[in-house]
């Protein structure tokens, strides 16, 4: 199982990143984990046009979704004509917040996609083993372990400490862990993780090693919310770049 790094600025694009897009590759099948602003232009970069064989979006903030709108230019008008309907794993809503964003009339896109309801619960998508889970966020937002060959990622997506995060990320290989928010000042609750949080997520879950994500470069400081995670985690720490890849 490859993991490979498109996008990972947090909440809007940062000077050298997308938002949140992750290509995860096993046996010739290609799985995206959400589709953030600016990423389709990583997708080329990195991985190819064409490269997606599935669709999982954790929720519907425009830094996890966005670009599977613009995708649908990509598949409906492909020279060749029309590529099949992608499989999309997604909250409800998913298919009328994608069209709206799409066109103003509301086009259906059901041509370029086929939605499937994102539910607490473990399913298969190719040749991955995926369980989902509601994490603490505003809206219906879920984090996701991906298992394959004995091999295991979690990916927290947005979310403040909640236990359904434990869950997912214990004994995981790599943990994707967003880290929003700077500790030791007044955060927003409820809503995302500071670098010590994910540090804490990280030694209680038992993790190999501790990926963070969804930084917010005009906001935080990178070397801070490093040194609270390393303060709260024994293990190996990286803040992951786009391009990035992760051999499982």
Request: net charge negative.
């Amino acid at each position: 199982m490859r993991l490979t790094v498109l996008g990972c600025a947090g909440s809007f694009p940062g000077p050298e990143s997308a938002c949140s897009a992750y290509l995860v590759e096993a046996d010739g099948f290609r799985l995206l984990i959400d589709f953030g602003s600016g990423s389709l232009s990583a997708l080329q970069r990195y991985a190819g046009i064409d490269a997606v064989d599935a669709i999982l979006l954790t929720h519907l903030h425009c830094d996890h979704m966005l670009d599977a709108c613009t995708y649908v230019v990509v598949r409906r008008y492909a020279p060749g004509g029309p590529l099949p309907p992608l499989p999309v794993y997604a909250p409800m809503g998913a298919a009328e917040r994608i069209s709206a964003a799409y066109s103003a009339d509301n086009e259906p896109v059901d041509d370029v996609y086929t939605f499937y309801a994102l539910q607490p619960g473990t399913f298969p998508i190719g040749p991955f083993t995926v369980t989902a889970d509601r994490v603490n966020h505003p809206i219906e937002t879920y984090g996701v372990r991906v298992e394959h060959n004995g091999r295991v990622l979690a990916y927290s997506s947005d979310t403040a400490p909640c236990e359904p995060l434990l869950r997912l990320a214990q004994g995981a290989d790599l943990f994707l862990c967003e880290a929003s928010y700077l500790d030791g000042v007044a955060n927003p609750p409820d809503l995302h993780l500071t670098g010590g949080e994910a540090g804490e997520a990280a030694t209680k879950a038992d993790v190999a090693r501790l990926l963070l994500t969804h930084l917010v470069p005009a906001w935080a400081s990178e070397a801070s919310t490093v040194e609270a995670a390393c303060a709260a985690y024994a293990g190996p720490v990286e803040v992951v770049r786009p391009g990035a890849r992760y051999d499982l």
